[in-house]
């Protein structure tokens, strides 16, 4: 079959090398791609948040199978355009992807199905919203409703913090995202994130994994996309993970399909563990970034049969295939990231490095300009790993960047230490 996938990050990389590997794929393109998916794919220029055009593009060539990366084109419709148009894709419609897209959303799906979650309040005047604060108190988490790039969310450890929070999401710091807020109380615990495969109906956990936010070795500096992660995350165990299962993922398919907008796609949630339950921090519509890179390596060819059991509503009838092994991620950035960075710097050694089922450099932001690859990005470079052990596959990780020539980059040192 023909395949679409959607999106250049390190993501789309790690699905397009799981895809590639499935022998049910004839053809993959990736639209727009990377230097590292231009070695296993085509790449395309398409105008990703376009329903329109990616519909044209699909059927243009012929494409059977659509994946969707990253969750813009998700809450733009374009799985709604695909599905109208009869191409099969994999990602939820824009409704359903409000999971994402809306704090509050979710926080009512949280009620009707009486998943646990932190305790809040919804405002759209900022009167009422610090008159909650100072009822409340500290420390207390302030959230921008809608998509604000990961800078939507103040967890305040003081009144003040919040109370600025306010003036400025209700003075426009976060565009629209701003006008409404949820005021949620302040969780203590362990995040960790778990995958979950839904078809509407049926909900099949993919894995686990956590990442690391900070920039900076120790969980220190400032928060980025994510600086590398793991899988499986040992603080959601089996125990956890099954009664979330029932009390949480479970309840929240069912009250979207319960609605005439069932979720098709993979649900990322993200917990607070403590005392050994989970709660529900969000949801995102889509795969983790870095955290899909892990669960690839782990799952590889199967992947795109799990996919396509989605978009076409047989997951009660697919399994997956464990595997006790460990897989870790480490993220090479431009040096700056988060704040500014150069762009254009040139990255050798990678020619020489394995690419293997243990080891593989997902792209994350490269172009090739004469013939060298070339960074692109704040993450450029994902250094993947599997082991019999998260040590050993973290080895495997670290042993690759000390061979990668790249002195405009950096990345954290210390990936995986909470597990370890
Ligand atoms: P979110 O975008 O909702 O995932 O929030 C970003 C981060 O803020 C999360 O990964 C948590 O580290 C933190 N956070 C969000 N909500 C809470 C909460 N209610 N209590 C504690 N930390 C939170
Ligand atoms: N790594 C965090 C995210 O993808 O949202």
């Not at 296993?40 to 329109?52: K, P, S, Y």
């Not at 990253?70 to 994999?90: I, M, Q, S, W, Y």
């Not at 400032?222 to 992660?229: E, K, R, S, V």
């Not at 595997?323 to 040096?335: G, Q």
Request: negative net charge; charged residues 20%; hydrophobic residues 45%.
């Amino acid at each position: 079959m023909n395949i679409l996938i959607l999106g250049s990050g390190g993501r789309e990389h790690a699905l397009a090398w799981a895809v590639m590997q499935n022998p049910k794929c004839d053809r993959l393109i990736v639209a727009p791609g990377n230097a590292g998916m231009a070695q296993i794919a085509e790449c395309a220029t398409l105008d990703i948040e376009n329903g329109d055009a990616v519909v044209t593009f699909a059927q243009q060539n012929t494409i059977d199978f659509v994946i969707i990366g990253p969750e813009a084109p998700l809450t733009k419709g374009v799985a709604d355009r695909l599905h109208e148009a009869g191409v099969n894709v994999f990602g939820p419609s824009a409704e359903a992807a409000k999971l994402e897209a809306s704090k509050f959303f979710t926080k009512e799906i949280c009620d009707a199905a009486g998943a646990p979650t932190a305790a809040y309040g919804h405002f759209t005047d900022a009167d009422a919203a610090k008159a909650y604060i100072r009822e409340q108190g500290a420390p207390i988490v302030v959230k921008a409703d809608g998509l604000a790039a990961g800078k939507g969310v103040i967890v305040a450890m003081d009144e003040q913090t919040a109370l600025d929070a306010i003036d400025d999401m209700f003075g426009g710091a976060f565009g629209g995202a701003g006008a409404e807020v949820v005021i949620e109380e302040f969780m203590d615990g362990e995040e960790a994130s778990y995958f979950i495969l839904c078809d509407g109906t049926t909900a099949l956990p993919i894995g686990t994994a956590q990442d690391h936010k900070r920039v900076g070795d120790g969980d220190t500096g400032l928060n980025t996309g994510g600086m590398g992660a793991y899988s499986p995350a040992p603080v959601l165990t089996d125990d956890i993970a099954a009664r979330a299962m029932r009390e949480i993922i479970e309840p929240t398919v069912a009250e979207m399909a319960k609605r005439g907008t069932p979720y098709q796609g993979v649900l990322y949630a993200g917990f607070m563990i403590k005392d050994g339950q989970a709660r529900l921090v969000e949801y995102n519509a889509r795969f983790g970034d870095p955290e899909c890179q892990v669960l690839m390596m782990r799952l590889g060819a199967q992947a795109l049969d799990l996919m396509l059991a989605c978009a076409e509503g047989r997951l009660d009838e697919a399994q997956v295939n464990w595997a006790n092994d460990h897989a870790i991620t480490v993220v090479m950035a431009a040096n700056g990231y988060p704040g500014p960075y150069q762009k254009g710097s040139v990255i050798k050694g990678l020619d020489d490095l394995p690419e293997d089922s243990m080891n593989m450099v997902f792209h994350a932001a490269t172009t090739k300009v004469d013939g060298e690859i070339t960074a692109t990005g704040g993450r450029v470079l994902n250094i993947t790993a599997r082991g019999d052990s998260l040590q050993e596959a973290r080895d495997r990780a670290y042993a690759m960047i000390e061979k990668i020539d790249w002195a405009e980059g950096f990345n954290r040192s210390d990936i995986g230490w909470r597990a370890l």
